[in-house]
Structure formats: structure tokens, C-alpha cells
């Protein structure tokens, strides 16, 4: 266990549905991610928290939409998805020390997202 | 354009050998360098970070080497096991929120 615990770990949704991932890290740390994996591509860096404020949304489009209520909580609200949206969604945390070059990413096991 | 290249062919090797994984990269300039295990239906899981300051690191059965004029990282895992088999992914630090990966390299191990 890495000490970041994601729910729920598969989903099946409709287009015109609304669901909510959740990511929970147990290390203390000031920073949360969410990465979008698909099929055979890079990790995609979705969106940066950093002391619960965002700091980072890499053009992802407005139906993904982060919440971060404190440092050890993490969510990705989701409305009217594509199909194509449908791959694994990481969460990970990390201590941010202050601006400099960050120390190792810690992951969560991931939700396995399938839109129908 | 920005790019991290990973060898997308699958890596086989048998065991007892040494593997060697390469992460390449164009127009970035990392302050550090990550390599990542990743097994099916899992998460990344963090290896050994290097910094553009520092040639190589180790880390029991594992170097890294890091060589910025190349743009170029090596992965070595030495006296290779089964065990090892899984994708091993790079990732660009440039800071804690400019953080970009490679597509990843499976690594086969054969008994």
C-alpha cells in the first residue's frame, strides 16, 4: 500500500450521468494530482493542488471538475462524459517543499473509468 | 515540440541478465529525472530520482544515469528476476507542478 487509497477502483457510466472519484492520502503531504492513463499513451497531468489551492489545469475540458476541501482529500466531480474519456484515473500526493523540485510522487491504485 | 520517448517495444530479457531501459527526451529542461514501476491495474510506484546535477544513482539492483547534454537517461536492473517484469515508466520533474512521463517500456523477465 502507498498510503493513497482511491474509490471507487472501477465505473461504468452513461454520458448524461454524474459521478464523483475520490482519492484520500494518509502521508501528510501538501500536494494532490489527478492523471488521466489511457490505453498505449503518457500519463496525462490533469490538475495540481498545492495547500488545497489549484495550481495547475492542464486545458482539461470544464466536464472534469477538481475539489480539493483539504490537503488530504481529492476529487474529480464528472458530468456528461465521452466515451473517449473512458481510461485510468491516478491520483497521487506528494510533499511540495516549498517551490523546489519535488521528491517522489506517491499513487494511488487508480479508478477504471468506462463511459457507455 | 516537447517530447519523452520511451522504447514502446516490450524489452526481453532473460533472467540473470542485465536490463537496460532508455528514456530520451526534446526541448525540456528537467531539474530532476524519475523512474516508475507500473504493474497491470496499478499505479506508478516511485524507483529512484535523479537530479540534473548528479551523473548516476543506485539503489540496491538499480542505476540510473542521467546525462543532460544527451537528453538521455539509462534504467539498469542488474541480475535480472521474473519478478522485475512489469512497465517501467521516466518522468520529467521541471518543477513539483511541470511534471511530464514517458509512454513506458515493458520489461519481460524470462526464467
Known amino acids: 500500500e502507498t498510503g493513497v487509497t482511491q474509490t471507487p477502483r472501477h465505473l461504468v457510466m452513461g454520458m448524461t450521468n454524474k459521478k464523483s472519484l475520490k482519492c484520500e492520502q494518509h502521508?501528510?503531504?501538501?500536494?494532490m494530482y489527478w492523471y488521466k492513463q489511457s490505453a498505449k499513451k503518457p500519463l496525462e497531468l490533469m490538475f495540481v493542488y498545492s495547500l488545497e489551492e489549484r495550481v495547475e489545469n492542464n486545458s482539461v475540458p470544464s466536464r472534469f471538475s477538481p475539489e480539493c476541501p483539504n490537503s488530504s482529500h481529492l476529487f474529480l466531480h464528472l458530468h456528461t462524459l465521452q466515451p473517449e474519456d473512458s481510461a485510468l484515473y491516478l491520483c497521487?500526493?506528494?510533499?511540495?517543499?516549498?517551490?523546489?523540485?519535488?521528491?517522489?510522487?506517491?499513487f494511488g491504485p487508480g479508478t477504471r473509468l468506462l463511459v457507455l | 515540440s516537447q517530447k519523452i520517448e520511451q522504447n514502446s517495444e516490450a524489452l526481453n530479457i532473460q533472467e540473470g541478465k542485465t536490463a537496460t531501459l532508455t528514456c530520451n527526451y526534446t526541448?525540456?529542461?528537467?531539474?530532476?529525472l524519475q523512474w516508475y514501476r507500473q504493474d497491470p491495474g496499478r499505479g506508478p510506484v516511485f524507483l529512484l530520482l535523479i537530479r540534473e546535477n548528479e551523473k548516476e544513482k543506485r539503489k540496491e539492483r538499480l542505476k540510473v544515469t542521467f546525462d543532460t547534454t544527451l537528453k538521455q537517461s539509462l534504467f539498469h536492473i542488474t541480475a535480472s528476476q521474473p519478478a522485475d517484469s512489469a512497465t517501467y515508466l521516466c518522468?520529467?520533474?521541471?518543477?513539483?507542478?511541470?511534471?511530464?512521463f514517458g509512454s513506458g517500456t515493458k520489461l519481460n523477465v524470462k526464467p
Open positions: 497521487a500526493s506528494s510533499q511540495d517543499p516549498g517551490g523546489r523540485a519535488s521528491e517522489t510522487q506517491y
Open positions: 526541448n525540456y529542461s528537467p531539474a530532476y
Open positions: 502521508l501528510g503531504h501538501n500536494a
Open positions: 518522468a520529467l520533474g521541471e518543477n513539483f507542478n511541470k511534471f511530464y
